[in-house]
C-alpha cells in the first residue's frame, strides 16, 4: 500500500544546532514530495516542494529538503536552527500528476531547548 | 493577497446533531479540499471539489458531504456527529491553472469538538 513514514516521533534540539527530520514514502513511481510545518492550533504551513529537477531544493525559513530516489526519502535540514522553529512537521506526497490527494506522515515534533 | 480563510474558529456540537463548515480559497484558486486531522495525527482527505462537483473522496462515510459554489467557496456538511469527528478541520485550496496545480494552501481550521 501507498505511504509516507516519518520515524522520528518527536525530536529535541539545542537552539543553533543543525536538524534533520527523516521522511520516507512507498509508492510505484516518485511521487510529487512536500514539507509543512503546523504551530499549536494553527493550519498548515508549506515550507518547501519537489516535483522534479535538482534534488535539493530550499524552501522559506532556511529549510532544506534533499530527495534521495535510491532510498524513498526526502528528509528536510536545517544548518542552525531558532527557537521559533519549534512546532510539528509533516511529510506529504501526492502520488501522481493529476491526483491532489495529499497523503501525510504522522509528524514529527520539534522541541527546542535553550 | 487574501490566504485560505476558514470559519468559524471554533464550534462545539452534542452527539447526534449537524455541522456545517465554511472556506474561502486563495485569491485565484478553483479548487477546494477538505481534511480531518484528529489530535495527533496527520491530515486525512475527506474530498475536494472542482467546478462545483466532488472529484475526489478519501475513505469517510456519507455523513460527510460538501458543497462548493460559484465563487469557489465550499462548505463541508457533517450530520449525526460522533464523538469520533472531534477534530482539526482543514481546508486546502489550489489552482489547476496556476502552474503549481499540485500544491495545497491551507486554511487555520475549524476546531470541532462533540460531546
Known amino acids: 500500500a501507498q505511504s509516507v513514514t516519518q520515524p522520528d516521533i518527536h525530536i529535541t534540539v539545542s537552539e543553533g544546532a543543525s536538524l534533520e527530520l527523516r521522511c520516507n514514502y512507498s509508492?510505484?513511481?516518485?511521487?510529487?514530495l512536500f514539507w509543512y510545518v503546523q504551530s499549536p492550533g494553527q493550519g498548515l504551513q508549506l515550507l518547501l516542494k519537489?516535483?522534479?529537477?535538482?534534488?535539493l531544493v530550499q524552501g522559506i525559513k532556511g529549510f532544506e529538503a534533499e530527495f534521495k530516489r535510491s532510498q524513498s526519502s526526502f528528509n528536510l535540514r536545517k544548518p542552525s536552527v531558532h527557537w521559533s522553529d519549534a512546532a510539528e512537521y509533516f511529510c506529504?506526497?501526492?502520488?501522481?500528476?493529476?491526483?491532489?490527494?495529499?497523503?501525510f506522515g504522522t509528524g514529527t515534533r520539534l522541541t527546542i531547548i535553550p | 493577497d487574501a490566504g485560505v480563510t476558514q470559519s468559524p474558529t471554533h464550534l462545539i456540537k452534542t452527539r447526534g446533531q449537524q455541522v456545517t463548515l465554511r472556506c474561502s480559497p486563495k485569491?485565484?484558486?478553483?479548487?477546494v479540499s477538505w481534511y480531518q486531522q484528529a489530535l495527533g495525527q496527520g491530515p486525512q482527505f475527506i474530498f475536494q471539489?472542482?467546478?462545483?462537483?466532488?472529484?475526489q473522496r478519501g475513505n469517510f462515510p456519507d455523513r460527510f458531504s460538501g458543497h462548493q459554489f460559484p465563487n469557489y467557496s465550499s462548505e463541508l456538511n457533517v450530520n449525526a456527529l460522533l464523538l469520533g469527528d472531534s477534530a482539526l478541520y482543514l481546508c486546502?485550496?489550489?489552482?489547476?491553472?496556476?502552474?503549481?496545480?499540485?500544491?495545497?494552501?491551507f486554511g487555520p481550521g475549524t476546531r470541532l469538538l462533540v460531546l
Open positions: 485569491s485565484g484558486h478553483d479548487t
Open positions: 471539489y472542482y467546478e462545483e462537483e466532488e472529484r
Open positions: 486546502a485550496s489550489s489552482s489547476d491553472f496556476s502552474g503549481e496545480e499540485e500544491t495545497q494552501y
Open positions: 506529504a506526497v501526492v502520488p501522481n500528476f493529476g491526483n491532489e490527494k495529499l497523503t
Open positions: 509508492y510505484g513511481a516518485t511521487p510529487y
Open positions: 519537489y516535483f522534479s529537477g535538482d534534488t
